[in-house]
């Protein structure tokens, strides 16, 4: 052993450049594939954290809801709770209690208004008063008297202020049959989208429209609830288990905890008439599905990096193998046989593998913690080091055994048509491989994947991307020797001797590189592939992003006050640079036929080609502006009454006659006169934009001549208005008949100027009757059917073809819509996908269609308020620009407005686990290739310039200048780098045409809408090939210049040549 030990240092020290190449060769790649796999576990559990933490809360959440059982609401709770104490992690609960609905004072018999109350349990840290008290509990003697909270909206809508005493009436047959509530204060959510509001359906606007109008919650203390309207109502618990910190390894005790709390809850008695339902089970079964893909999806650069390595440990022992071919030779001559060259082998292989493994295990988990971001080194690298470098010493072993020598008197070589077939059936397997991998690869495309779906890793799937590249590389090496061919007899046509000699060279020497070549060939074409992928993947995440913003900037509002709404578009414009850049949208769910969930997008379809950013497919290669041309020409003429100027106020001059004899109170003796409880007139705006907006005053309803004043800036001194303004009707809300002239005038007021007379806005008059609310128009518009735009499955499911009218229900009446085009998608649109597209000014003018009375007055009472505004930045603005425009929003409107940043989105979609480290793992493979490729390049060119030491020595001794030699060898490699390069580039490009569409991938088990389109990066591409042309071109020439024509005349008579 010690004499197999000694020969074996020995025969290392022979060659040192070649020993080199492959003890640098397999520490790298044991110290690559070392570090991907610790990478990899670290960003699976750092994927599962993401994919539970980023989920909405309403997915993290646990619901337990039904009527209030006979045992009592306390019975309930005290259930909920115990079983929440008995679980083995922290559980947040909210307790919301929800009345049945009682009918508002007033209304229509056949369609009133009706209210909600509610408890919502610990209310007073998600929301804050902007007037009042909250609610105390109610006194037991006054079962028929209780006291709430009013959400603003409800207050503005309704015109309820503190102290305003309200009488309720049941809808149910039995038990007291009124309630009068006093309205102790007026809240507002503090952030609407906080989890707290989860399943409140009037969070945001405090009314539900549907088969009838519902305001609400009127919000009380949970021991008043209990006493007083716990009859019929129902409850609703929202659990939220603590998941903040979840990873991989905790992840099937969270999976447990669940299920037994949901066991428990569903098998308590008490509990049993409700229902408990929660999504979490199936988030986590999606954070653990997202486990498996991370690790599936990062097997894909680990599989190329395996499939580069091994191809460079060939190559690197192949060489050493034939430098080594008179040495075996002897040694077999000796009286030694081929079990003596593989146990030398084996020894010489353990010399390289062992320090690999050592260096790796060391080096690659900081390496892999710095890489993924996280603090903790993964266990198991030490593991993947030493299995890698056993790899590594098996792949030099068989190496040693194929380059070996043949026993003496023994024959190896094939015949020539047997090697040719033998060659010819690996070319069809390898390719039948690569066809294999891609099906599988794009059957999976835009799905979880494969580890997803089926629990368990495909390895063709994983593999696709290595098979198709080894694939495509091995069978354009048979294309390489035609290629030679032609370049020399080109290069023979030259009278210099560089070039002559290099082409001869090249095609000579060519077979005798076919390792080389074929390293060559997969390392550009990995990094080729890498920069496609990344590429891809930057415009794949773009395309999300303005998918999900729509614009540049979008801005979601809570629902403020009407006057309020009067300013914002000139704030937004103030922000972005100009009207031009801001675009209205009214956003509604409809439903078209058996289809539900419907966006209606209604926008200014002048301002749209501007600020909507759509990619081109999406609009089948149309010009927006031309697509959206028709829903403009149909656009009716405003029937509108203009306001002259640019009035910061608007008087309006009342007259009411007497109230009808019995049918309204007489004002107390002495009493001043004043505004009766709930009596307002409203008068309803269009803006400059054709948006409407509802302005509110108490109406006075003592007899004579009284002047209203309304405000037209929103109550802020600041606030400008949307010039020019124009009134397009006067609503009121009556607490009984009035009869006579209600309008005699109108008069605009501009800061430091006299009134103006609003011309025609005399006589405006109404007999109340029995209903509380009543509207007056300034005119009708004879409006026809609505031209939109729609995608396909809007159109499967209305039955209709383009040009033929569809009606779809609308505020309680219906709209007419005409298509006039399909496009593929549209930006922003939610689950399922599919939208329709309308002109707003022409959507609001239906407000006012005469043949639609009762749309008209709800238009009048409530018109659909604008609360999305897409804005559009200037050309030169950048991701910076858009953060600040975004910041300096969000502190100027009020609170709760969302406002999304199109490049924020962009730069969070590349942030995601997974995206960023496929995008970190190629890249790291990408460098590993190059420094592979590099170490076979230049061993293998030290190699064959030995070889060539005899040639050489003749060109010198027939009088060659060492200079032309020089220039001939540097042409020789500069052949093989640029073809090899060239054909990498081009191979990798048409590779990630093929694969990179599947392999562009995130946490999110969604498909990414719209679908990926490859984007190869040209000049990055071109960069890259220069740059690695370069580089071998350099280490050619620090070798080249070393040559000297020394000993030419001991070379050639030892019969040097070849």
Do not use: C, K
């Not at 309930?76 to 609960?93: G, K, L, N, S």
């Not at 606007?205 to 007083?228: I, K, N, Q």
């Not at 099937?252 to 669940?258: K, L, N, Q, S």
């Not at 804005?871 to 009020?894: I, M, Y």
């Amino acid at each position: 052993m010690r004499t197999l030990g000694g020969l074996a240092t020995r025969r290392l020290g022979g060659h040192p450049a070649a020993v080199a190449a492959v003890v640098a060769t397999a520490v790298l790649a044991v110290l690559v594939l070392a570090t991907l796999q610790a990478f990899t576990s670290s960003l699976s559990r750092g994927g599962v954290t993401t994919a539970v933490t980023s989920a909405e809360p309403v997915d993290r959440s646990i619901v337990v809801s039904g009527s209030i059982h006979a045992d009592g609401l306390a019975a309930m709770d005290t259930a909920v709770r115990d079983a929440v104490a008995a679980a083995d992690r922290p559980i947040t609960v909210h307790l919301a209690t929800r009345s049945v609905s009682w009918t508002l004072p007033g209304g229509q018999p056949d369609s009133p208004d009706l209210a909600r109350l509610a408890h919502l349990s610990g209310i007073e840290e998600h929301a804050e008063l902007v007037g009042g008290a909250w609610p105390r509990d109610a006194a037991p003697a006054t079962a028929t008297r209780i006291e709430v909270a009013a959400p603003e909206a409800v207050a503005e809508q309704l015109g309820w202020a503190v102290g305003q005493q309200v009488r309720l009436e049941s809808r149910l047959p039995t038990g007291p049959q009124e309630l009068a509530v006093t309205v102790t204060g007026i809240y507002r959510a503090t952030d609407p989208t906080d989890p707290f509001w989860l399943g409140d359906a009037f969070a945001n606007t405090g009314v539900v429209r549907e088969e009838f109008t519902t305001y609400g919650p009127l919000v009380t203390t949970a021991a008043t609830f209990a006493d007083h309207l716990a009859r019929s109502a129902n409850a609703t618990w929202r659990l939220y288990p603590q998941l903040a910190g979840l990873d991989a390894a905790a992840l099937p005790a969270a999976r447990a905890d669940v299920d037994a709390l949901l066991e428990d809850l569903a098998s308590r008695p008490v509990l049993a008439d409700t229902e408990v339902t929660s999504p979490l089970p199936d988030l986590l079964a999606g954070a653990h599905a997202t486990q498996l893909r991370t690790r599936s999806a990062l097997l894909t650069p680990a599989l190329l990096l395996g499939l580069l390595a091994a191809t460079a440990v060939l190559l690197a022992g192949s060489l050493l193998g034939s430098l080594r071919d008179a040495e075996d030779r002897l040694l077999l001559a000796r009286g030694a046989d081929r079990r003596h060259l593989l146990l030398l082998a084996t020894a010489e292989a353990a010399v390289v593998a062992v320090p690999a493994a050592v260096v790796a295990g060391l080096v690659a988990p900081p390496l892999a913690t710095a890489l993924a971001g996280t603090g903790a080194a993964p266990a198991g690298t030490w593991l993947t080091a030493v299995a890698v470098a056993v790899a590594v010493g098996v792949l030099l072993v068989v190496t040693a055994a194929r380059t070996a020598p043949p026993a003496p008197g023994s024959r190896r070589a094939a015949r020539p048509r047997l090697a040719l077939v033998r060659r010819s059936g690996l070319d069809l397997v390898l390719v039948g491989l690569g066809v294999v991998g891609y099906t599988q690869l794009r059957r999976y495309a835009g799905t979880a994947g494969a580890a997803a779906l089926t629990g368990r890793v495909d390895p063709f799937v994983v593999g696709a991307p290595a098979l198709v590249l080894l694939a495509v590389s091995v069978v354009s090496l048979r294309l390489l020797p035609v290629l030679t061919r032609l370049g020399r007899r080109l290069a023979s046509r030259s009278r210099g001797l560089p070039t002559a000699w290099g082409g001869w060279q090249v095609d000579r020497y060519l077979p005798r590189q076919s390792g080389l070549v074929l390293l060559l060939v997969l390392a550009v074409a990995m990094g080729s592939l890498a920069l496609v992928h990344r590429g891809t993947a930057a415009q794949a995440h773009a395309d999300q992003a303005t998918y999900q913003v729509g614009a540049d900037l979008r801005v979601d509002l809570p629902m403020a006050p009407a006057a309020a709404s009067l300013t914002v578009e000139q704030l937004l414009a103030a922000e972005v640079g100009g009207r031009e850049r801001v675009l209205p949208v009214l956003r509604q769910h409809v439903t078209v036929g058996p289809l539900d969930g419907v966006d209606l997008l209604a926008l200014d379809v002048d301002r749209a080609p501007g600020v909507v950013r759509a990619r081109p497919d999406q609009l089948g290669g149309r010009d927006l502006a031309g697509l959206l041309e028709p829903l403009v020409a149909a656009r009716p003429a405003s029937a509108v009454l203009d306001l002259p100027g640019e009035p910061a106020t608007l008087a309006v001059d009342v007259e009411l006659a007497d109230a009808a004899p019995g049918t309204a109170a007489e004002p107390a003796a002495g009493a001043t006169p004043g505004p009766t409880t709930g009596a307002r007139l409203a008068v309803v705006l269009e803006d400059g934009s054709g948006l409407w907006h509802r302005v509110a005053v108490d109406l006075p309803t003592a007899p004579g001549l009284h002047t209203l004043t309304f405000d037209l800036t929103g109550g802020s001194d600041d606030g400008i208005p949307t010039y020019p303004l124009a009134v397009a009707g006067l609503d009121a809300e009556l607490p009984g008949p009035l009869r006579g002239d209600l309008v005699r005038e109108m008069r605009t007021v501009e800061a430091g100027a006299a009134p103006v007379v609003v011309p025609g806005s005399t006589e405006w008059s109404w007999s109340g009757g029995e209903g509380r609310a009543v509207a007056v128009r300034a005119g009708a518009t004879a409006a026809g059917p609505l031209p939109v735009l729609v995608t396909p499955g809007v159109l499967a499911a209305a039955g209709a073809e383009l040009g033929e009218e569809v009606r779809i229900p609308w505020n309680g009446g219906s709209l007419t819509l005409v298509p006039t085009a399909v496009v593929a998608g549209w930006p922003s649109l939610d689950e399922p996908r599919e939208g329709i597209v309308a002109d707003l000014p022409s959507l609001v003018a239906r407000g006012l269609d005469p043949a639609d009375l009762r749309t008209t007055a709800a238009a009048l009472a409530a018109p659909d308020r604008v609360t999305q505004w897409w804005l559009g930045l200037p050309e030169s603005a950048d991701g910076t620009d858009a953060s600040a425009v975004a910041e300096a929003l969000r502190e100027a409107l009020p609170p709760g407005t969302v406002v999304a940043d199109r490049a924020a989105a962009a730069a969070e979609l590349a942030a995601d686990p997974l995206a960023a480290g496929m995008s970190q793992a190629l890249l790291l493979v990408t460098g590993a290739a190059l420094v592979l490729a590099v170490i076979g390049f230049t061993v293998t060119t030290v190699v064959l310039m030995n070889r060539q030491r005899g040639e050489l020595a003749v060109l010198y001794a027939l009088g060659a200048p060492p200079r032309a030699v020089r220039r001939a060898l540097l042409v020789e490699r500069a052949a093989l780098v640029t073809g090899t390069t060239v054909l990498g580039v081009v191979l990798g490009t048409v590779a990630a045409v093929a694969i990179v569409p599947s392999t562009v991938i995130s946490t999110d088990v969604v498909p990414p809408v719209p679908a990926v389109q490859v984007a190869p990066p040209w000049l990055a591409l071109v960069g890259f090939a220069v740059a690695v042309v370069v580089l071998l071109l350099l280490v050619t020439l620090g070798l080249v210049r070393r040559l000297r024509p020394r000993r030419v005349a001991a070379i050639l008579r030892a019969g040097g040549t070849t």
